[in-house]
């Protein structure tokens, strides 16, 4: 199949108008060699999407409805603040009339952080982490499905050797989950693994209209479940500040670096150095709070990191 027909395929079966085709490259979606800086620029996505775990510890006074309702007001503020700024229109507007592929960013990038919430508040952290972490398998299956990007042995054994470190490290507590919380833990990797694939269909076209897009929707759920909670939605200020920020800071940045990262970086493999954030997050816990991880969680974190840094060097290479 050509280049030509496969782009066409490719909208065929992702969305059926076709408002971004201007602007796709047919040769990225079957890359399986990608630049260092855009491997860089994913694993840093994670290693900045790992600070929000201190955002959230120290807001101590809010629970997790409340913190995403004003962590989703921090994106949708300086998100439209930058569109302001550079003359263009509002964002929230183009997540939702730019075709039914931004439409599924949105929902996709909605479903992970809500779900994953939800598995932490359902089931004990260890299974919420490693039943997520199942999104390179999800992506394997969507971007075959979707995109039809081939996959390489590098690929194939970072993706192994990633699941076999995140098993070594709640092998341990696998057993005390809630089967309702598993099976949402499930579901936030398959929503990131969507919005991946999602954003990886056309590599450049501007997706930062899908963090105003899924920010609207958080604060619309997360606002109506405090209010039904009989619970106000103004905690405490210092509260406030630590979720705005996390929105506004670690979730902006980390985003944009992901989607820029994309447009190089096979569906896949950016899945795969996603994966960073939960390495990191036990790091940044104890160095903030004195929190000593595990010789199960140090093993583990050891084998992901292998993983990731050297799929980036092989596929540079």
Request: charged share 10%.
């Amino acid at each position: 199949m050509d280049g030509a027909r496969r782009t066409r395929c490719i909208y065929k079966r992702l969305d059926a108008r076709p408002p971004m085709t201007e602007t796709i490259s047919p040769r990225s979606t079957s890359s399986t060699r990608v630049p260092l800086g855009a491997s860089l620029m994913a694993l840093g996505a994670g290693l900045c999407w790992s600070l929000g775990a201190l955002f959230a510890r120290l807001a101590e006074s809010t629970d997790a409805w409340q913190y995403l309702f004003w962590r989703s007001i921090g994106v949708l503020v300086v998100m439209e603040t930058m569109a302001i700024v550079r003359h263009q229109p509002l964002m929230l507007m183009r997540a939702y009339t730019s075709g039914m592929v931004m439409i599924g960013g949105c929902v996709g990038l909605f479903v992970a952080s809500l779900a994953f919430v939800y598995a932490l508040k359902n089931t004990g952290a260890a299974n919420a982490a490693f039943l997520a972490s199942l999104t390179p398998l999800v992506a394997v299956v969507l971007s075959r499905i979707f995109l039809g990007e081939r996959l390489n042995v590098v690929t194939v054994a970072a993706i192994a050797l990633a699941l076999v470190g995140l098993l070594v490290m709640v092998t341990a507590e696998l057993g005390a989950g809630n089967m309702v919380g598993n099976v949402s833990a499930m579901l936030s990797s398959v929503g990131f693994a969507a919005y991946t694939v999602c954003i990886r269909s056309a590599p450049n076209v501007d997706w930062s209209p899908v963090l105003p897009g899924y920010a609207f929707m958080m604060m619309v759920i997360c606002g109506a479940v405090t209010v039904s909670n009989s619970n106000t939605l103004l905690p405490p200020p210092s509260d406030i500040g630590w979720a705005f920020a996390h929105g506004a800071l670690v979730i902006v940045i980390g985003t944009l670096l992901y989607n820029v990262a994309s447009r190089t970086v096979p569906a896949v493999a950016m899945t795969v150095f996603a994966q960073t954030e939960t390495v990191f997050i036990p790091i940044w816990v104890f160095v903030w709070f004195s929190e000593i991880p595990t010789t199960t969680t140090l093993i583990g974190g050891a084998l992901i990191l292998t993983a990731v840094v050297g799929k980036a060097i092989l596929d540079a290479r």
